[in-house]
């Protein structure tokens, strides 16, 4: 700044010095005074410190009230016999919202508890058949192998019987031959009369006598040979008999096997049970969660399938805001920075947060059809990465936020 012809002659009165070719001059007044640098260094100041304060905030309008929702469906297919709700209502966890017919399967449970008393009558059955199972094939086996044992040894004395047999006939034939051998020498003596008739009336009667044993003692040979026969088959039926018995273990273990299938059928059955239970306990559908009655497009009457949406529960208690931020704005934004929420609908109130979470990818890449950059002509976009801020506890104690209102997010992102 240059000075007037007069400033420099008061400059030079006053004796002030000057910094060009070495003479002393001396500074202006105004410019020696307090009141231009006291407002100057203030203004300073504050340019730096507004600086610095907005510096260090990211704000974003493409931000919104987000939270669950919470369908609620159908598990089974039936009637509509109630609707306890209405749109717009609130529910606490455990409220009856919807009733479905329940008598089929109030039936179908009573059918699944027939079949259980059923499968338990059985399977007491089968468990005392097994012990009655071994008892019975541990006698039938010593049974067995008494009657083989017995039939041995009646085998062995029919043996001896009918050797014994034989050898008296032998013995009878021999006898027998030797008296028909006499009479005829008898006979032919009688003829020349050099024996008497008694002689050979003797001789006769002891041909007839040992005839007579001879018949004897086989009719003895032949009834020992068919005691011989009829022992043996009997003892046949016997070793018969002990080799089915000898199958006891495996009865035994076949009746176990039983025993254990029919256990098995009781499980089933109370499984059953419980199922047909659960299946009625399904008829009254509860509130899983606390919130509000949305979306409600069950009516009385209805016949629902399992599956199919009723209404939607929005838990108001628990809300987020949802902050999609551009990505030269992530520089400095960590989680856990302190955050500062307008609301549109509420002007005058603010909310505070903290940063969650920063979401692993932008929102393109979850789109329907996410930008292929490698196809076509290339255009750079500066992208959006949703950031998840949590309002802190007791700000919503009347749950005015509602998911979906737009709001405006400041993050106090500094290093």
Do not use: C
């Not at 009230?65 to 016999?81: E, F, H, R, Y």
């Not at 049970?273 to 949305?294: C, D, F, K, M, N």
């Amino acid at each position: 700044m240059s000075m007037s012809e007069d400033e420099l002659a008061e400059v030079k009165r006053a004796g002030g010095p000057l910094s060009s070719g070495g003479s002393s001059r001396r500074l202006p007044a105004w410019l020696a005074s307090r009141w231009f640098w006291g407002p100057l260094v203030v203004g300073v100041a504050l340019v730096a410190g507004l600086h610095w304060y907005y510096s260090g905030r990211e704000t974003t309008d493409d931000a919104q009230i987000d939270g669950d929702m919470v369908p609620i469906s159908a598990k089974i297919s039936g009637t509509v016999l109630r609707v306890h709700i209405t749109d717009n209502q609130e529910v606490q966890v455990g409220d009856l919202l919807v009733e479905i017919d329940p008598r089929d399967y109030q039936v179908r449970l009573e059918q699944a508890q027939a079949e259980l008393a059923m499968a338990e009558a059985q399977a007491q059955a089968a468990h005392t058949d097994v012990p009655v199972t071994s008892r019975v094939t541990g006698a039938e086996l010593d049974q067995a192998q008494a009657g083989v044992s017995r039939g041995a040894h009646e085998l062995e004395a029919a043996q001896a019987r009918l050797t014994a047999a034989e050898a008296h006939l032998r013995a009878a034939q021999a006898n027998a031959e030797r008296a028909r051998t006499d009479r005829e020498r008898m006979r032919v003596l009688l003829g020349k009369e050099e024996v008497s008739q008694q002689q050979f009336d003797h001789a006769d009667a002891l041909a007839k006598a040992e005839e007579a044993a001879l018949l004897a003692a086989q009719a003895t040979v032949e009834e020992a040979r068919q005691s011989q026969a009829a022992i043996k088959l009997r003892l046949r039926e016997a070793r018969a008999r002990l080799q089915q018995a000898e199958t006891a273990p495996e009865r035994v273990q076949i009746a176990r096997s039983g025993a254990n299938t029919a256990s098995a059928r009781v499980e089933l059955a109370r499984a059953q049970i419980h199922y047909a239970q659960l299946q009625l306990e399904y008829t009254q559908i509860r509130a899983p969660r606390a919130g509000v009655v949305s979306k409600k497009s069950v009516q009385v009457g209805q016949v629902v399938q399992a599956g199919q949406p009723l209404l939607t529960l929005v838990p108001l208690d628990d809300v987020w805001v949802t902050a999609n931020f551009k990505e030269t704005q992530l520089t400095r934004m960590r989680p856990g920075q302190r955050v500062l929420v307008k609301v549109d609908t509420y002007p005058g109130k603010k909310f505070s947060g903290r940063v969650e979470s920063i979401a692993a990818a932008t929102g393109a890449r979850f789109s329907l059809l996410p930008p292929e950059n490698a196809t076509g002509n290339y255009v750079k976009v500066v992208q959006r990465i949703p950031v998840k801020i949590v309002l802190d506890k007791g700000q919503d104690p009347e749950h005015l936020l509602r998911p979906g209102m737009s709001v405006v997010p400041t993050v106090i992102a500094r290093d």
